[in-house]
């Protein structure tokens, strides 16, 4: 299975909602902790893009400091600054989805590379990667702070080709995010949609995933033959 598989990491292998609990602890109400993690995270997205867009790059945390001070005041939620100090300590610490340490070690028994590939810098990814277990699992990590520019800018996905001698053909985007598997697919890349909401709909643009799985254990059943 001469195969490179590059997993995007927030949202994809590591679960960016497990920050509830956290602000369920912080929050004067709460029952809005869910709906403060949804809008947290994407905002987050939006100034990555936004700041892609403008040629305005930053460290990715940098957007996710933003993002958190945006949703206090969209919710109005009055977090202190030492709250949200703490908010961003617990981002860095989020648990990895259940299924992905087994299933990365399925694949990587296949013969498959195994890559993290991130918006996140090289730190702040190792650090999130050694924290939920994960870190040696991957032979490489790639992230775009190499680059200064944000998925889904075709320099990033041409800079992880470029990085790691790969062969656009035995390539594979693993991700979540459907503008990240858009993105793949645009550059010539092989890409599978890890569907973690079942009711979640895919950009209608015209460029589909390769495979769309329900989560990593479903996208080692799709890849590894049956013994």
Not at 28 to 55: C, H, I, N, T, V
Not at 107 to 128: D, H, I, K, M, Y
Not at 147 to 155: G, I, L, N, Q, T
Not at 197 to 218: K, R
């Amino acid at each position: 299975m001469a195969t490179l598989l590059a997993f995007d990491v927030y949202g994809t292998l590591i679960d960016t909602h497990g920050v509830v609990t956290e602000l369920e602890e912080r929050l004067d109400e709460p029952s809005r902790a869910a709906e403060f993690s949804r809008r947290w995270r994407d905002k987050q997205l939006e100034y990555s893009f936004r700041r892609g867009l403008m040629g305005a790059y930053v460290d990715f945390a940098r957007c996710t400091r933003e993002a958190l001070e945006y949703t206090d005041r969209a919710l109005q939620t009055r977090l202190s600054e030492a709250d949200k100090d703490h908010l961003m300590g617990s981002y860095g610490r989020l648990p990895a989805f259940p299924e992905a340490g087994a299933a990365l070690t399925r694949l990587a028994e296949a013969g498959a590379s195994c890559v993290a590939f991130s918006n996140g810098s090289q730190e702040a990814v190792t650090r999130l990667l050694s924290g939920a277990g994960l870190r040696d699992r991957f032979e490489e990590i790639v992230s775009v702070d190499e680059v200064k520019r944000f998925k889904p800018d075709p320099a990033v996905y041409f800079h992880l080709r470029q990085r790691l001698e790969a062969d656009p053909a035995d390539t594979w985007l693993v991700s979540s995010n459907p503008f990240d598997v858009i993105g793949a697919r645009h550059s010539g890349l092989h890409a599978a949609w890890v569907r973690r909401n079942p009711e979640a709909p895919f950009d209608p643009w015209g460029i589909e995933p390769d495979v769309t799985v329900a989560d990593l254990e479903a996208l080692a059943d799709y890849l590894v033959p049956a013994s």
